[in-house]
C-alpha cells in the first residue's frame, strides 16, 4: 500500500471518529437535554401553588379602626352621675350633658406600650391599683380625641369619676384588649 493510500485512509478513519465523538457527544446533549426536563416536571409537581387572595387587610389595626364612648350624666353638686355607671342615675328632673370620647382600637404596638410602662411579671400578685394604672395608661394610649371644645390635655384637669367611668367604657367595649 502506498503512503498516499494510508494517509487518505487515516483522514478517513478521523473523520469517522470525529463523526463518532460529535454523534456521542449529541447524544450527551440529548440526554442531558431530557434530564432537565424530567427534572423541571418534577419540581412543577413538587411546587406548592400559593394564591394570594388580598393582604388580609383587615387583621390590621389601623388610626382609622376606631370607637366611641358616649358620656351622659349630670351634677349633683359637684359630683358627677353617669349613665351606666352611677348608681341611681335619673335623667328626669335633671339637666343632662353628654360628650364623646374618640379611641383606636390598640394593636400589638399599642400593647406592648402600654404593658412596657407597667410591666406585670405575674398576674396573679398583681393589685388592683396595678390594674388601674394600665387602664389609665391605655385610655391615655388609645386616646384620640373628644366632642369638647377643649385641648386633650384638659383630661387631666376632669372629674376622676368620669376618668372611672371612660376606664369601665372601654373595658366594655375592648375588654382586655391593650392590656395583656
Avoid: C
Avoid at 343632662?96 to 410591666?119: A, C, G, L, R, W
Wanted: charged share 35%.
Amino acid at each position: 500500500m502506498s503512503n498516499a493510500k494510508i494517509v487518505e485512509e487515516v483522514k478517513e478513519l478521523e473523520e469517522v471518529k470525529e463523526l463518532e465523538e460529535v454523534k456521542e457527544l449529541e447524544e450527551v446533549k440529548n440526554m442531558d437535554v431530557k434530564v432537565k426536563e424530567n427534572n423541571k416536571e418534577k419540581v412543577k409537581e413538587n411546587v406548592v401553588e400559593v394564591k394570594k387572595t388580598d393582604n388580609n387587610d383587615d387583621i390590621f389595626i389601623t388610626e382609622k379602626d376606631r370607637f366611641t364612648i358616649s358620656i351622659k350624666y349630670y351634677l349633683d353638686g359637684k359630683e358627677p352621675i353617669i349613665e351606666g355607671f352611677s348608681e341611681g342615675y335619673s335623667y328626669k328632673s335633671q339637666e343632662v350633658h353628654s360628650f364623646d370620647v374618640y379611641f383606636k382600637y390598640p394593636s400589638q404596638k399599642d400593647v406592648e406600650y402600654i404593658m412596657s410602662v407597667k410591666p406585670m411579671q405575674n398576674i396573679e400578685n398583681a393589685e388592683i391599683v396595678d390594674f388601674v394604672e394600665l387602664e389609665n395608661v391605655r385610655l391615655i394610649t388609645l386616646l384620640r380625641g373628644w366632642s369638647m371644645d377643649r385641648p386633650l390635655e384638659d383630661l387631666a384637669q376632669i372629674h376622676p369619676t368620669i376618668v372611672k367611668a371612660l376606664r369601665v367604657k372601654i373595658s366594655e367595649t375592648i375588654a382586655g384588649n391593650g392590656l395583656f
